[in-house]
């Protein structure tokens, strides 16, 4: 990319999450909030850093704006949700009742999320027994797979799940760390789903009924981590409870963002009756990894200083680098690059959405990850995120398909 024509902020943006990743700068904090209901994901988001709107392109010569501390964490009220998602294919089978269409429906989601089978029949089953048991939760499987993938991997944190559920090796307290290198994951955390001593002896049990259960048990621990995020009449299809339930796992806005981008991804490719294409999926994982890095003017997420950011075209550029596949550096060559998607059709999972003026200059670039969200570089400031696409008013130009 030319440095003296770095790609604009996107106007209609919103804020950014608290730092991400493992390494690198903190980020200005925003919410965004997803509900995961019965068989649906409801999204929502809620500007809290202390600007009204990001940088405009007028900006884009400046420096970057120190970055501050992230704001309070408040998440926005159920009146801001959107619509849910997903209603059917995200509520698994009841096991008691077709064993076969559960056992089917778990080996076809684990096998297009790369979830492990043992994990996955987990968070299905303690789904069923949490809706039965609590229904006005509103648990979904996303959660608690959005959750176990960002505490442990599913479990490979353990070296692996075996046939009977339990973990290969013990798991301790796995670190979560900001860019600052600063660990933001709760230090008594323990096992799969990384719950504290306080939680397992209040929510803990056997998930086949009898007994105290084993902390080390995926079954015992994905069951514990649904009753801890369903603790006090919490319904989950509330934006405000679903957040509020997941910060008892961990409150660190980063675990909160990348579950929510996680969550989001499995409730749209589990919709979708067609498995998903690896490179569009695998295009967004690399950006989820991504969130919380800070937007830096030409970064392109390599190298030591203030190049260890990402710009927004940056950010497309090499999530499909990384699955073999070459971007022109700028947002308006992508968009011109890109076969579109035609109008009225939503885009799809992995889908470039661009936001400009199609006649004449292309000034931003996101990554479409479903639901009506995407993860972005919005401008300087603020940091690689989840938020909606789009809103009313704001200027985007149209979804482009990378891989039909």
Known sequence: MDSNEPDDGHRGGQGAGQGGGRRRPMIIAVIVVVALAVGGIVTASQLLSTDAEPRAAADASAPPAETGKPSANTPPTKAGLPQAIGRKVAVPPDDTDSGSAFEDWVKQISGWLDIPERAMTSYAKA???LNKQQPACH?????LAGVGKQ???????????????????PIGNVELRDFFDKVVSKPAARGPMQLTSAQWKRYGGSANGTGKGDPESFDDAVLAAGRTLCADGADLADGGAWWRAVSRIDDAPL?????????TVYGTV???PNPPKPQPLHAVEFAISKIGLPYVWGGNGKGGGDHGGFD???LTTEAYAAQGIQLRRMADWQFRDTPPVPKGQDPRLGDLVFFGNPAGKIHHVGIYIGNHQMIDAPTFGQAVQVHPYTKPGD?????GRVVG
């Open 151 to 169: 505490t442990t991997d599913h479990g490979r944190a353990g070296g692996g799940i075996g046939a009977d559920g339990t973990t290969a090796e």
């Open 270 to 272: 589990s919709q979708d």
């Open 395 to 399: 200027d985007f130009a149209g979804a």
């Open 255 to 263: 675990f909160l963002h990348r579950v929510l981008a996680t969550a």
């Open 127 to 129: 789904t069923v027994t």
């Open 312 to 314: 927004c075209s940056g």
């Open 139 to 143: 648990m979904s499987w996303v959660t």
